[in-house]
């Protein structure tokens, strides 16, 4: 009976040997148009792109200024006034853009009628104490 099993195995390796292998007809190089190809690319200027990034940066502080997150709006705050002194100090830009003049402004009047309403502020009033001091100290 064993002598049987074996028998099988064998022959079945046999017969393995004997088939040719499949050639695989497709073109592994095949050329099929894709979406990157037919939009165009578009080339920003750097000033462009800092523009994009600030006002990205004023998106996510206002959604942060409507939940009240104030340890969040200090993060933006934060980097807000980074990009601005990273893109002057490159040259990027000339001026002051008027959206960044408009953010600070209305932070700083939303700091400050936060600052007034302190009761309603436990978890974040060392996170606006913070922020307050830092926008006073950024428009001196």
Known sequence: MTSSMFA???SSSESDDDEVPVQRTDNRFAHYPSDEEEAKRVVKSAKDKR???MQSIIKNLNNHKKIKDMSNVLI?????????EKSLKLNEIDSIPAFYI???AELEDFVNDSWEKKKDLNRGKKKTHTLRVQIT????
């Open 8 to 10: 099988d195995a064998i």
């Open 76 to 84: 933006d705050f934060e980097s807000l006034v980074r990009v601005h």
């Open 137 to 140: 100290e950024s428009l001196a």
């Open 51 to 53: 523009f994009e990034e």
């Open 102 to 104: 408009r953010c600070i």
